[in-house]
Nanobody, 122 residues
Framework: QVQLVESGGGLVQAGGSLRLSCEASGRTLSNYIMGWFRQAPGKEREFVAAIRWSGGTTYYADSVKGRFTISRDNSKNTVYLQMNNLKPEDTALYYC???????????????WGQGTQVTASS
């Protein structure tokens, strides 16, 4: 079993920055893909970014390319999402997830955190 705990959300003005953290515990995640998803009220959960735990290859949604950076610290079993130049449309509940393959579909990811709220005010 895997436990994922997100932190780092908050309220910032448009143009500001936040860094989300996702600490993993339980079974080894060396063969997993770690992803960040977000869900705004009344909308479907959408892919934001992902990283291969082994090797560090990264993937981004077009809407966040150039503004968000995903990274991992193997020694801390933690994945980060650095979010710069936040926009009001980035406001959502952000989730960390772990899955077996690289995909933008949330249904493939097996383990999920509880979510952390990010709000960018205009």
């Amino acid at each position: 079993q895997v436990q994922l705990v997100e932190s780092g959300g908050g309220l910032v003005q448009a143009g500001g920055s936040l860094r989300l953290s996702c600490e993993a515990s339980g079974r080894t995640l060396s063969n997993y893909i770690m992803g960040w998803f977000r869900q705004a009220p009344g909308k479907e959960r959408e892919f934001v970014a992902a990283i291969r735990w082994s090797g560090g290859t990264t993937y981004y949604a077009d809407s966040v390319k150039g503004r968000f950076t995903i990274s991992r610290d193997n020694s801390k079993n933690t994945v980060y999402l650095q979010m710069n130049n936040l926009k009001p449309e980035d406001t959502a509940l952000y989730y960390c997830a772990a899955g077996p393959v690289t995909t933008v579909s949330p249904t493939v990811y097996k383990y999920w955190g509880q979510g952390t709220q990010v709000t960018a005010s205009s």
